[in-house]
């Protein structure tokens, strides 16, 4: 199904473990949810049909394709939409609903949309700009990363963030080739120095390292974990589907202790202190069933946690 935008297709985003988010997600049919991963509204119209009247859903994105495609698919008022980074969360939030929430849903990765959108510059399968920004919000551009960044900054975004073990010689490679215009360019450059069988895997870890860091994706994680805990109230779920394991890393540590070190603290009679439980038990994956339909579910990594009290016990 696509839907039309602009004059444009919108490829939309089929929704990921969406029965299993959805029976997770919803305690309270009359709650405030938020989709903070709004795409294309596949995960908010299923959410939609599982609450009442009094319910509220509010769908944020960073993208105004998204926001534009979801809107007009979904026509509902409890539904409303704003654009933003949710990293930003409890800024986007109105005061009021601060510690309300009853639900939040975080299906992190990039849409079909921003894949199959050549000008956007997300995909190595087609030549177009190096662009990689998942909103205008963004000042930054992969163009610059690829062109302007030194050697050793070059060289750690493609290490850490991409996981990629040849970074060294990939780095190197493409400050020898600059000025990169192109995504066709920069996958050139990667295939000069990696050979094999897994030479296609590398280009999509330089790809995948430089659009991290082109959109702080793992700083805007970390943020809106934070702020999710706050806008939680207690017994309200946060449920998180990653894509890869630097993601996962992040929400685990966090779902364990409700802080980015994993560290779980305790009182003075040695008494766990935390301000949050993982309910999930462990990691949720996608059936075989679903990955047939979708291979874009393949990597997917759902975790469920749900705020606790504190002052009992």
Same mark, same amino acid.
């Given at each position: 199904?696509?839907?039309?935008?602009?004059?444009?297709?919108?490829?939309?985003?089929?929704?990921?473990?969406?029965?299993?988010?959805?029976?997770?997600?919803?305690?309270?049919?009359?709650?405030?949810?938020?989709?903070?991963?709004?795409?294309?509204? #596949?995960?908010?119209?299923?959410?939609?049909?599982?609450?009442?009247?009094? =319910?509220?859903?509010?769908?944020?994105?960073?993208?105004?394709?998204?926001?534009?495609?979801?809107?007009?698919?979904?026509?509902?008022?409890?539904?409303?939409?704003?654009?933003?980074?949710?990293?930003?969360?409890?800024?986007?939030?109105?005061?009021?609903?601060?510690?309300?929430?009853? #639900?939040?849903?975080?299906?992190? #990765?990039?849409?079909?949309?921003?894949?199959?959108?050549?000008?956007?510059?997300?995909?190595?399968?087609?030549?177009?700009?190096?662009?990689?920004?998942?909103?205008?919000?963004?000042?930054?551009? =992969?163009?610059?990363?690829?062109?302007?960044?030194?050697?050793?900054?070059?060289?750690?975004?493609?290490?850490?963030?991409?996981?990629?073990?040849?970074?060294?010689?990939?780095?190197?490679?493409?400050?020898?080739?600059?000025?990169?215009?192109?995504?066709?360019?920069? !996958?050139?450059?990667?295939?000069?120095?990696?050979?094999?069988?897994?030479?296609?895997?590398?280009?999509?870890?330089?790809?995948?390292?430089?659009?991290?860091?082109?959109?702080?994706?793992?700083?805007?994680?970390?943020?809106?974990?934070?702020?999710?805990?706050?806008?939680?109230?207690?017994?309200?779920?946060?449920?998180?589907?990653?894509?890869?394991?630097?993601?996962?890393?992040?929400?685990?540590?966090?779902?364990?202790?409700?802080?980015?070190?994993?560290?779980?603290?305790?009182?003075?009679? #040695?008494?766990?202190?935390?301000?949050?439980?993982?309910?999930?038990?462990?990691?949720? !994956?996608?059936?075989?069933?679903?990955?047939?339909?979708?291979? =874009?579910?393949?990597?997917?990594?759902?975790?469920?946690?749900?705020?606790?009290?504190?002052?009992?016990?």
């Amino acid at each position: 199904m696509t839907i039309m935008s602009k004059n444009e297709t919108y490829y939309e985003h089929q929704p990921v473990l969406l029965d299993e988010s959805i029976d997770y997600l919803v305690t309270d049919s009359s709650g405030i949810y938020i989709d903070a991963t709004l795409g294309g509204g #596949g995960h908010s119209l299923a959410l939609l049909s599982q609450l009442d009247n009094d =319910a509220q859903l509010i769908g944020i994105d960073q993208d105004d394709e998204a926001l534009t495609a979801a809107n007009e698919r979904i026509d509902d008022p409890r539904f409303s939409s704003i654009k933003g980074n949710f990293g930003y969360l409890s800024r986007l939030l109105p005061p009021e609903l601060h510690g309300k929430i009853t #639900g939040i849903l975080l299906d992190l #990765g990039l849409s079909t949309h921003q894949i199959k959108e050549a000008e956007r510059g997300f995909t190595f399968q087609e030549e177009g700009p190096l662009d990689m920004r998942m909103s205008n919000l963004r000042g930054v551009t =992969a163009h610059q990363v690829v062109n302007e960044y030194s050697y050793e900054d070059l060289r750690d975004i493609i290490y850490h963030y991409g996981e990629e073990r040849h970074s060294r010689k990939i780095a190197r490679e493409i400050i020898d080739r600059r000025p990169v215009e192109t995504t066709t360019e920069l !996958r050139d450059a990667v295939e000069a120095v990696v050979y094999g069988q897994h030479q296609i895997k590398s280009v999509a870890r330089v790809f995948q390292g430089i659009r991290i860091e082109v959109n702080r994706e793992l700083d805007m994680l970390r943020q809106v974990l934070e702020q999710s805990l706050d806008m939680i109230k207690i017994g309200g779920r946060i449920a998180a589907i990653s894509y890869h394991s630097l993601e996962d890393r992040i929400v685990k540590k966090f779902f364990k202790a409700g802080n980015h070190e994993g560290k779980i603290e305790k009182d003075f009679y #040695g008494h766990p202190q935390t301000p949050i439980e993982e309910i999930s038990g462990g990691i949720i !994956r996608p059936s075989e069933e679903e990955i047939e339909k979708n291979s =874009a579910a393949r990597s997917a990594k759902m975790r469920v946690a749900e705020k606790i009290d504190q002052s009992e016990g």
